[in-house]
């Protein structure tokens, strides 16, 4: 048995045993998965949609790429990139099983069933031999992994050589005035929306502090290269509320 680590990483604002993160983040996304993407509607206004075209603009699918969508539960990411791509394959990677129940579920999955694979996994762990992949994609997803480092370590051994990398996340805007006026809708707005909508404020306190604690976009970007990818680059979406992040292993 691996020995259980005592160091400590963010529940949000908590501050808990690295070895209880991964459950409770399951915890969260068990309690959302069912009304996730209408919540990612409200929290965005929409907008997330953009956010996740741009992101197929940068990154330009190819015909037979196989894509790694990892915490891909309700399958955005992949359908874009089957849609965009014209025919390839995706495996969609995610913690926690209901949210890939509640991909599986949707319109879009039933007409790429060929084409997608459902898999159950961790993304500092990775269930895959070295140089699988053409594309890796995490949406929204690596803010809520224990050790994000280690994601990237592992981005980059299952990617092919000459593979891309493409994070988008929550980031942080340049201008405190702007911050604080977007933390203040974040704080105010958000965990009452979870309330009335999928009746969990919890849950949705978690994810705007989740986004506070994230690292800015030059912190990130270091982390992506220290993962060794080069040519790594980001661009911010609406100011910085969003930001995504590309690397290539070459």
Not at 11 to 20: N, R
Not at 217 to 224: A, H, I, K, P, S
Request: glycine share 8%; hydrophobic share 40%.
């Amino acid at each position: 048995m691996a020995e259980r680590s005592d160091n400590t990483t963010h529940f949000g604002f908590e501050t808990v045993p690295e070895h209880e993160k991964a459950g409770r983040v399951q915890g969260v996304f068990n309690s959302v998965a069912s009304k996730y993407d209408i919540m990612n509607d409200v929290m965005s206004v929409g907008i997330h949609r953009i956010w996740k075209d741009a992101m197929m603009d940068w990154l330009a699918p190819r015909p037979g790429q196989r894509l790694l969508d990892v915490a891909g539960g309700t399958g955005d990411i992949s359908f874009r990139f089957l849609k965009r791509a014209g025919y390839g394959h995706s495996t969609v990677l995610d913690l926690t099983r209901p949210m890939l129940e509640e991909g599986r579920k949707r319109a879009e999955a039933e007409q790429m069933a060929e084409s997608l694979d459902w898999v159950t996994g961790d993304a500092m762990a990775l269930p895959f031999k070295d140089n699988t992949f053409d594309v890796y994609t995490i949406s929204f997803g690596i803010r809520n992994v224990t050790r994000p480092q280690e994601a990237l370590n592992e981005a980059y051994r299952v990617l092919k050589p000459g593979g891309r990398l493409m994070v988008l996340e929550f980031s942080q805007l340049p201008n405190e005035g702007m911050q604080k006026l977007y933390d203040l809708y974040s704080f105010n707005v958000i965990p009452r929306m979870g309330q009335l909508i999928a009746n969990d404020y919890d849950s949705y306190q978690y994810l705007v502090e989740s986004i506070r604690n994230f690292p800015d976009q030059e912190t990130f970007l270091g982390m992506v290269k220290e993962a060794g990818f080069a040519n790594a680059k980001y661009r911010n979406l609406s100011l910085g509320i969003a930001c995504l992040h590309s690397g290539w292993k070459i």
